[in-house]
């Protein structure tokens, strides 16, 4: 199990975006075997509005927010919804593409990857998650990595 010690606001963002990318990369699936961390996230409705932060400011971010040019933001918003759900261990089923079909035209690349982990951590603090509830997320969506950086 990896444990990952809390930053703390006076290490600032980029220190803390580094500790998530480390918790990324040696982070365990093994997290999603019951329903403990989607109740943490505070459920549906508190994983949609973890992902409502995360879209928003990820099409605000001017480090990527051109890789989501044409992209329907409603529609992102429900994909990964439903992904984070199910990764959870909620009761939705993710239904859509793979990382990899899905990333493979993006030309993403690792600085792209940790924007979009920054953004999704501070759509996290904004819902008041707690530091190792986020770990625990970003655990299970370390693995996707391989497949969304391609360039």
């Not at 199990?1 to 998530?20: D, K, Y």
């Not at 459920?43 to 409502?52: E, N, P, S």
């Not at 997320?137 to 370390?142: E, G, H, P």
């Amino acid at each position: 199990m990896t444990r990952i010690v809390q930053a703390g606001p006076s290490l600032g963002l980029p220190l803390r975006a580094a500790l998530v990318t480390l918790a990324l990369w040696s982070g365990s699936a093994s997290w999603a075997a019951d329903d403990t961390l989607f109740r943490a996230l505070g459920g549906d409705a508190g994983i949609a509005r973890i992902v409502d932060g995360l879209i928003d400011r990820a099409y605000l971010d001017d480090r990527i927010k051109a890789k989501f040019d044409g992209v329907k933001q409603a529609a992102l918003k429900e994909s990964i919804r439903k992904q984070f759900c199910q990764l959870s261990g909620g009761p939705c089923v993710y239904d859509g593409e793979t990382m990899r079909n899905s990333h493979a035209q993006l030309a993403l690349t690792k600085a792209d990857f940790n924007a979009l982990v920054e953004d999704l951590q501070a759509a996290m603090d904004e819902q008041q998650v707690p530091f190792t509830v986020q770990n625990k997320l970003l655990a299970l969506l370390a693995p996707m990595h391989r497949d969304i950086i391609t360039k």
